[in-house]
Each structure stands twice: as structure tokens, then as C-alpha cells.
T-cell receptor
């Protein structure tokens, strides 16, 4: 079963704008991860944030984690057309990944 | 990070038949994971495959329908048995990237299965 919810379900923005998506989960976790999926293919790991971390950066990505609210956010800055994809959060509870419903992001030139 | 070769990339199968999906990893890994992604949905874990023991299945998935083999530390297969149109999905294998700095999971490129 899915661990939690993601919102929005879909997001349409123009190149250069920022994209923010949120993820909520239900149980305690070791870490939370974000993945990208292009056109129903394999998933690509983007970033991992541990339960004792609050914020993490990787290039144009910024992830926050609030364990008291059981929520996380992914910010993509200065978006590009190549960022068009589905984005999934996944919680890792002792070796078992549970995925959110995903946010479909479309970046138009 | 690990590299996974997953085959086939897609297939169209007749109902009642079976399809075996293969995943080959370029390094030895303890656990391999199999997921199903139904159309427009998120990923759901089917089972965890350990070498030398029976796979551990998640609620809603049974060995008779999804038999898994794990003959060594670099290879696993998932069979989708007695297929029906409801089995049309993308199937993905995954391993934990113990060597990578981010310690995330690496996924195969997926098998898009259509049952007609």
C-alpha cells in the first residue's frame, strides 16, 4: 500500500520557474527519498534525506523534511524542459520502500 | 552505483500465458526488489528476493502468481503467471545502492507488459 500522499498531482510551469511538490507519510522512517521517472521508464534516484536532517541540497534540488508533521517537499529551481517527468517520494522504513502517488510535472519552453 | 540490465523492455502477451522478466546486476547485492506499477499509478512492492531463500511477498501478492528466482547474488527473475489483462503494468526490479554516496536505490529500466 502507498505510504502517503503527494500534492499536487500535476504541475505545469514554464522554463525558468520553480516547481514545488509536497509529500506526506504515515509511519516513522529511516529516510525519505525522491525519484524521477521519465515516460513510464525506470526510476532515477534524485536525493535522500535522513530522518535527522531537515534540509538538503543537490544542484537545483532542495529537499526539506519535517518529521513532526511527517511531510517533505521537493523544490526544483530554474526548471528546464528536461525536468518534465513524474516525481515520486519514497519512505524507507528499515529496508522497505513505500512510494507516494507521484506528481506529474510538465515544463514548457 | 550499481547498473541493472532488465529484459525484456516490453512485451505483449496473450491471456493465460506466462512471462519471465530478468534482472542482471553488475555487482553482488544481498537483496533485490520487484515492483509493479499499474497504469497511471505509483509503484507497489511485490516481493523481496534474497539469494538462497524463498522470496518474501507483500500483502496481495502470492508466489503462485509471481514466482521469483534468485540463483545468485547478481541475478533474479520474476514470472507473471496465467496472465490476465489486469496484469498489464510496468514491472521493475531494484537494488539498494550500498556503494553510492546517497545510498538510494537503483532501478532497472522496467518491463512494460500488455496482456491482451
Amino acid at each position: 500500500s502507498q505510504q502517503g500522499e503527494e500534492d499536487p498531482q500535476a504541475l505545469s510551469i514554464q522554463e525558468g520557474e520553480n516547481a514545488t511538490m509536497n509529500c506526506s507519510y504515515k509511519t516513522s522512517i529511516n529516510n525519505l527519498q525522491w525519484y524521477r521517472q521519465n515516460s513510464g521508464r525506470g526510476l532515477v534516484h534524485l536525493i535522500l534525506i535522513r530522518s535527522n536532517e531537515r534540509e538538503k541540497h543537490s544542484g537545483r534540488l532542495r529537499v526539506t523534511l519535517d518529521t513532526s508533521k511527517k511531510s517533505s517537499s521537493l523544490l526544483i529551481t530554474a526548471s528546464r524542459a528536461a525536468d518534465t517527468a513524474s516525481y515520486f517520494c519514497a519512505t524507507d522504513s528499515w529496508g522497505k520502500l513505500q512510494f507516494g502517488a507521484g506528481t506529474q510535472v510538465v515544463v514548457t519552453p | 552505483s550499481a547498473v541493472i540490465s532488465q529484459k525484456p523492455s516490453r512485451d505483449i502477451c496473450q491471456r493465460g500465458t506466462s512471462l519471465t522478466i530478468q534482472c542482471q546486476v553488475d555487482s553482488q547485492v544481498t537483496m533485490m526488489f520487484w515492483y509493479r506499477q499499474q497504469p497511471g499509478q505509483s509503484l507497489t512492492l511485490i516481493a523481496t528476493a534474497n539469494q538462497g531463500s524463498e522470496a518474501t511477498y507483500e500483502s496481495g501478492f502470492v508466489i503462485d502468481k509471481f514466482p521469483i528466482s534468485r540463483p545468485n547474488l547478481t541475478f533474479s527473475t520474476l514470472t507473471v503467471s496465467n496472465m490476465s489483462p489486469e496484469d498489464s503494468s510496468i514491472y521493475l526490479c531494484s537494488v539498494e545502492d550500498e556503494a553510492g554516496l546517497n545510498y538510494g536505490y537503483t532501478f532497472g529500466s522496467g518491463t512494460r507488459l500488455t496482456v491482451v
